[in-house]
């Protein structure tokens, strides 16, 4: 090609949707919006992804309190002292939210908490063994918005090795 010559550039035809296509693709789209304007006014936290989180989408009181699910276990290296312990996979295998949501269970039938005591002798061999292991609720107290220092402890469940 020379200097100045121009070339054509061929043009594709847009593609045209039937009839079909456009009415399915529609009534998908009035369905999702539905569910997601049914999801925001009436729905809660089962009904996500067509719904808003309940934790992201309100608001702690000004003043109140805000709480905190934790474990504490006594050791055979301090068999008398209760020793606040974290709460995680690499320590006992399941997060906090798994132990938050069985929370009913627990109190039901505290010997559950001797699976998290295996989980944590196997994970982490080398450790002291836990003679006993409870579920603890902090409530830290709050006061326009400021902690005041107080925190309020209070024992969900609790389990004793044999």
Known sequence: ????????????????????????????????IGLFCAGSLIGNDHWWPFSPWRMFSTSQAATGSVWSTGIEVRTADAPAVWI?????????????????????????????????????????????????????????????RKPTGEVQTEVLAEWSAS
Not at 85 to 91: E, I, K, V, Y
Not at 103 to 122: F, M, N, V, W, Y
């Open 1 to 32: 090609m020379s200097v100045g010559e121009r070339t054509e550039v061929a043009t594709a035809e847009p593609v045209r949707l039937s009839g079909v296509a456009k009415a399915w693709r529609t009534a998908v789209t009035v369905a999702l």
């Open 84 to 144: 606040p312990a974290p709460l995680s996979p690499a320590n006992v295998g399941v997060n906090r939210a798994e132990i938050e949501g069985r929370i009913p269970q627990i109190k039901a039938d505290p010997a559950r908490l001797g699976t998290l005591a295996e989980s944590h002798s196997r994970l982490r061999p080398n450790s002291a063994a836990w003679l006993g292991l409870r579920v603890v609720v902090h409530k830290i107290v709050v006061v326009d």
